[in-house]
């Protein structure tokens, strides 16, 4: 359907120059109603989208292009004729250096997967070796088309450099344990602080206490008060599992949600990692902290497949306003970084969930929707006049993040419906050029920063090491 992107600023010949124009292509629109009322999802044909200063300037018709009206050609042209322009992804949730164990714990239960696999072989972590693997992660995201990750792991002075030699966008958290002590969310605070703005406002930072199975609730306490104290988001897992919902009733008489609840947690901006074991009485608390923008969730259904977790009940969240965006996890339990993939397993796997099984719902452009809009605002970066700034959608004052899919592949034709080929068809492969705060990162398929022979040259002989299990672990597994 071509139609004029509801998005698109006026042109003003007084505009500074463009820095870089998408010239041409076919554009994935918000604001058209549809399936999420005025935030629905359209496609636009034969439009530009114009970068100035890292932001998208213009997402209008190529016939109004700036210098039919005067105005000096742009520094820099991609030719977007037959390639289809979307909001650059955005994965709510990973831990980008589990490439570095990807396949290394398989085919087991949660607590073997912790215990007797992961931790045993995170313990054997460098920072050096979070550095290999975060650019490894970093240039399998970027070549699939995602451009910002939320990061919640370990050495992430490591993960922020990774993010300023590849170009991503990233939003990152240093992981700690009650077990870590006082130290642990020191180490955190420090972090977030020091980092926050980084890469030329690439990074943003939270606080990342683990979860409430693994930190004390004063310990929560304490990190709800440091959020408030400087003014900083909370990435966590929480209520992971039906069994862990199960688990905290009988530990303390109270879900794992109303734990973040009498701790402060739903008071200050927070991203939730999977909630499949929320409840019913969870919604009520979760609906009042989504009625202030405070809180999102990520839902990473491939992981929770492969693990026999369920999946995030997103209809229910749906009801109660939270956010729902798309994630991976990491690559050690999903397989991969791939949300095109987790995309289409989110339609698959909503539509046909128990009692309320129905075709109709979750449709490809709702699924997109989440991808999109959603996932940004699960990340705090939904509003442009914000410090943070804004992704996840193609319109002026947003970041100039964008992928551009070549649709020609057999596997993508013919196209009937843009937005069912994306959902169910599209694969990272499928991606093109990549565009990161108005750069170009990706071109015809070539990662531009990251020299990936280099970075796995270096890191092959340290595998052996990486995946011994006989050195401890950082923690025990106990929902």
């Given at each position: 359907?071509?139609?004029?992107p509801p998005d698109a600023s006026p042109h003003d010949?007084?505009?500074?120059?463009?820095?870089?124009?998408?010239?041409?292509?076919?554009?994935?629109?918000?604001?058209?109603?549809?399936?999420?009322?005025?935030?629905?999802?359209?496609?636009?044909?034969?439009?530009?989208?114009?970068?100035?200063?890292?932001?998208?300037?213009?997402?209008?018709?190529?016939?109004?292009?700036?210098?039919?009206?005067?105005?000096?050609?742009?520094?820099?042209?991609?030719?977007?004729?037959?390639?289809?322009?979307?909001?650059?992804?955005?994965?709510?949730?990973?831990?980008?250096?589990?490439?570095?164990?990807?396949?290394?714990?398989?085919?087991?239960?949660?607590?073997?997967?912790?215990?007797?696999?992961?931790?045993?072989?995170?313990?054997?972590?460098?920072?050096?070796?979070?550095?290999?693997?975060?650019?490894?992660?970093?240039?399998?995201?970027?070549?699939?088309?995602?451009?910002?990750?939320?990061?919640?792991?370990?050495?992430?002075?490591?993960?922020?450099?990774?993010?300023?030699?590849?170009?991503?966008?990233?939003?990152?958290?240093?992981?700690?344990?009650?077990?870590?002590?006082?130290?642990?969310?020191?180490?955190?605070?420090?972090?977030?602080?020091?980092?926050?703005?980084?890469?030329?406002?690439?990074?943003?930072?939270?606080?990342?206490?683990?979860?409430?199975?693994?930190?004390?609730?004063?310990?929560?306490?304490?990190?709800?008060?440091?959020?408030?104290?400087?003014?900083?988001?909370?990435?966590?897992?929480?209520?992971?599992?039906?069994?862990?919902?199960?688990?905290?009733?009988?530990?303390?008489?109270?879900?794992?949600?109303?734990?973040?609840?009498?701790?402060?947690?739903?008071?200050?901006?927070?991203?939730?990692?999977?909630?499949?074991?929320?409840?019913?009485?969870?919604?009520p608390l979760l609906a009042r902290a989504a009625e202030?923008?405070?809180?999102?969730?990520?839902?990473?259904?491939?992981?929770?497949?492969?693990?026999?977790?369920?999946?995030?009940?997103?209809?229910?969240?749906?009801?109660?306003?939270?956010?729902?965006?798309?994630?991976?996890?990491?690559?050690?339990?999903?397989?991969?970084?791939?949300?095109?993939?987790?995309?289409?397993?989110?339609?698959?796997?909503?539509?046909?969930?128990?009692?309320?099984?129905?075709?109709?719902?979750?449709?490809?452009?709702?699924?997109?929707?989440?991808?999109?809009?959603?996932?940004?605002?699960?990340?705090?970066?939904?509003?442009?006049?914000?410090?943070?700034?804004?992704?996840?959608?193609?319109?002026?004052?947003?970041?100039?993040?964008?992928?551009?899919?070549?649709?020609?592949?057999?596997?993508?034709?013919?196209v009937h419906d843009l937005a069912a080929t994306l959902?169910?068809?599209?694969?990272?492969?499928?991606?093109?050029?990549?565009?990161?705060?108005?750069?170009?990162?990706?071109?015809?398929?070539?990662?531009?920063?990251?020299?990936?022979?280099?970075?796995?040259?270096?890191?092959?002989?340290?595998?052996?090491?990486?995946?011994?299990?006989?050195?401890?672990?950082?923690?025990?597994?106990?929902?």
């Amino acid at each position: 359907m071509d139609q004029s992107p509801p998005d698109a600023s006026p042109h003003d010949a007084t505009a500074q120059r463009v820095d870089l124009r998408v010239e041409g292509c076919t554009a994935l629109v918000h604001g058209v109603g549809g399936d999420e009322g005025p935030d629905g999802i359209g496609f636009a044909e034969d439009v530009d989208v114009e970068v100035s200063g890292g932001l998208i300037t213009r997402v209008g018709p190529a016939r109004e292009r700036s210098e039919h009206q005067g105005a000096p050609p742009p520094a820099e042209v991609l030719d977007g004729r037959g390639f289809l322009a979307v909001p650059g992804l955005v994965n709510c949730h990973t831990h980008a250096a589990m490439v570095l164990f990807r396949g290394a714990a398989e085919d087991v239960d949660v607590h073997t997967w912790f215990n007797e696999r992961i931790w045993p072989m995170e313990s054997n972590l460098t920072e050096r070796d979070v550095e290999l693997g975060a650019l490894l992660a970093c240039a399998e995201m970027l070549l699939g088309g995602t451009t910002t990750f939320a990061d919640h792991y370990f050495h992430m002075y490591a993960v922020a450099r990774a993010v300023e030699v590849s170009g991503a966008r990233a939003d990152l958290g240093w992981a700690s344990f009650s077990s870590d002590g006082e130290a642990g969310r020191e180490r955190g605070l420090d972090f977030a602080l020091r980092q926050r703005g980084a890469a030329g406002g690439r990074v943003t930072t939270r606080l990342a206490p683990h979860a409430p199975y693994t930190v004390s609730e004063p310990d929560l306490a304490a990190f709800a008060v440091l959020a408030r104290e400087h003014d900083l988001p909370v990435h966590l897992h929480a209520a992971e599992t039906a069994e862990q919902t199960r688990a905290s009733l009988e530990r303390s008489g109270v879900t794992p949600v109303q734990v973040l609840d009498r701790t402060g947690l739903l008071d200050v901006p927070l991203l939730v990692a999977h909630a499949t074991g929320v409840v019913e009485t969870d919604l009520p608390l979760l609906a009042r902290a989504a009625e202030r923008g405070l809180v999102g969730v990520a839902s990473s259904p491939r992981f929770y497949l492969k693990s026999a977790h369920g999946t995030t009940p997103i209809r229910a969240l749906r009801g109660a306003g939270v956010p729902v965006g798309m994630a991976t996890d990491g690559a050690a339990s999903n397989g991969d970084l791939d949300l095109w993939a987790s995309l289409e397993v989110t339609s698959l796997v909503q539509k046909s969930l128990g009692g309320e099984a129905d075709p109709r719902w979750m449709t490809s452009r709702q699924v997109l929707h989440h991808a999109t809009t959603q996932s940004a605002q699960a990340l705090h970066l939904a509003d442009p006049g914000s410090a943070r700034g804004a992704v996840g959608r193609l319109a002026p004052g947003h970041r100039a993040d964008v992928a551009l899919l070549d649709l020609s592949a057999p596997h993508l034709q013919p196209v009937h419906d843009l937005a069912a080929t994306l959902v169910h068809a599209a694969r990272p492969g499928d991606v093109r050029h990549v565009v990161v705060d108005g750069r170009v990162v990706v071109r015809d398929r070539r990662l531009l920063t990251v020299d990936v022979p280099a970075v796995l040259a270096e890191l092959r002989p340290r595998l052996a090491e990486l995946t011994r299990r006989d050195a401890g672990r950082i923690q025990t597994y106990e929902p």
